[in-house]
């Protein structure tokens, strides 16, 4: 039986499929809300009426966003159908890689974490460090110096500050905070998205100048992002962390959060 693709607008029924699997769903769950919501665009692969596959289109980042969640005979299909274009930041199964390999080119592949913290399993850090000036938050004023901090901090990595996925438009939910040395931003944290609507939101952005490294100020930008969040009474908050940086998993596990998921993300372009 062939698949019928179809355009989703209905928010509940996209909502509880994405609450099968909520712990790898979460962040589109947010993106269900406005402003998130402007700049998604669902779809479905249906062969009964029930959503088998589900692909979502987020054009709010540079590249967009592919989501894929599913049975991968119809992932197959929406993608067959021809939903994605040419270049895509995606996220997928790690069942699905291959499914996505016959139609895209994967410039990267990185294995991830998704892991939760809930405010039962919170641990605040013991006899953390003094940072050089109080933790402050970060608003519009700021948005030069965190763009500056991510791109040393690319650089001396070997990255490309184009895969931080940072908007400017983020400040605006007020969770950015960070810690300056000698009027340079020298350690960040924030949110990649937050829906009080669901009660979800996305730790990240969590960025430590080169020369600053070591020093626990990560850990002291983490927790203090975290700490606002769970103040708001927010119940769902993830954050994503490469399953090879043992050394983040580590801060995250000491503030309390829980390994949920595995998933692959990556930069792709189109066959």
Known sequence: MLYAISQLTDTDQIREYLKT????AAYTLGDLEPPYSEHATWYAASRTGEIEGLALLYEGLTPPVLF???DVPALSALLLYGIGPNEVFYNIRPEAQEMLESFYILE??????RMRITSGIFKPLENPIDPPTPIITLGKEHIQDIIKLQEEAAKADGRDAHDIAF???MIKDGYYRGIYQDDR???AAGTHIVAPQVGMAAVGNIVVHPD?????????VSQAVTQALLDAKLDLIILNVRQSNQPAVKIYRKLGYRQTTRFIEGAARRR
């Open 21 to 24: 699997d909520v712990h790898y």
């Open 68 to 70: 894929l969640m599913g």
């Open 108 to 113: 990267e592949t990185n294995p991830m974490f």
């Open 167 to 169: 908007s400017p438009d």
């Open 185 to 187: 931003l020298i350690a």
């Open 212 to 220: 600053s490294r070591q020093q626990g100020l990560g850990s002291l």
